[in-house]
């Protein structure tokens, strides 16, 4: 009993030494010197990264939903009923006016030109000698050697034949024009489809199909739709000859050029939608007839203060931005306009020259600390120094 009343006692005395010395070392370092009291931290500081809000000139633009359509399509189909004796494209391929398509056959009509040629040179020369029979006649006449009726029935051989010469000329001339359909040539310029017919094939006038369609490819419309209220805007931007549209096709880093050429005549009174299109060079063929494009169209450019996207944001109150003053942020309550790209055209709020913070607003309240962070260098270069 004794013996643990004395544990005890030494048990208290240690615990009591380890808080001598640990209350002694807030006082006392490790060299034996007074410890000096931990100072206060002051305000917090937000990294953030900015950009000045900029005054320059901007592009006026309309976003739209545009279709290619060519300017000309036509479908080839024969003129005779006959066959198919020649093919002379690939399907697919680019074709210029007056390039040879198809030969159809056309061996009866050749016989037929023969056969008429013939009649023409019987008949040419029965009128040469009806004229000298008319000559012989009419001398023999004058000395009343021969009866006024034979030479009146000389003259009537010479109508006759004169008549039968130039009937038989003029279906001559029409077996002619006939044998021209027999070798079908492109009436325009542009890209071919595929031959839905080959050699050997029997075509007829009467065909609901074409023999192949060709497809003007350069240049192209294409064709979209507006608000009519835009439509004041688009009008004196036409007058003015500052209205230019840029289409971009969907996974097609190239962006194809044009002016606008036509607005349709009425507005649609079921959508309010007013047609609009635009002729495109597309030499490069980067605009495929039928295809579904993106269109921006330019109507003027003025001067607008422009702030990165970024930079915008949204409360209960509005959309606002913070500005950067003397090392701390501000909030500033703007108007944004409209987009153009990556950057915001502001309509009131900012004057140009701001900075605004484009990263870090999520830690930001008013009269917050930042420091402005550099600006990140590109992928794959170290920056400078390092």
Partial sequence: MRMSKRSWVLGVAALALIGVVVFARGFWNAEGQPARSQPARGPRVVPVEVAKAERKKVPVRLDALGTVTPIASVGIKARLDTAIVGV???????????????????????????RVQAVIDGAQASFEQAQRDVARYTDLASRNATPIVTLNNAQT???????????????????????????????????????????????????ATPMATIIQTAP????????????????HAIAAETATIEASVPGEPKRASGTVTMIENTVDPTTGMATIRAT???????????????????????????????????????????VVKNGTSHIQHVKPERQVGAETVIASGLAGGETVVTDGQLLLSEGTKVSPRGNKPPAGKRPAGS
């Fill in 88 to 114: 002379h494209f690939q399907d697919g391929a680019r074709v210029k006016q007056g390039d040879l398509l198809f030969t159809l056959d056309c061996r009866q009509i050749e016989a037929d030109m023969k």
């Fill in 157 to 207: 051989a010479v109508n006759v034949s004169r008549a039968t010469a130039e009937s038989n000329r003029a279906q001559l001339e029409n077996l002619k024009v006939q044998h021209g359909f027999c070798s079908i040539r492109a009436p325009i310029s542009g890209r071919i489809s595929m031959a839905n017919v080959k050699v050997g094939n029997f075509v007829r006038q009467a065909d």
């Fill in 220 to 235: 192209v419309y294409v064709t979209f739709t507006v608000p009519q209220k835009n439509l004041p805007d688009i009008r």
């Fill in 280 to 322: 495109m060079p597309n030499t490069d063929e980067l605009l495929w007839p039928g295809t579904l494009v993106t269109v921006d169209m330019t109507l003027r450019s003025e001067d607008a203060v422009v702030v990165p996207t970024s930079a915008v944001q949204v409360s209960q109150t509005g959309n606002f931005v913070f």
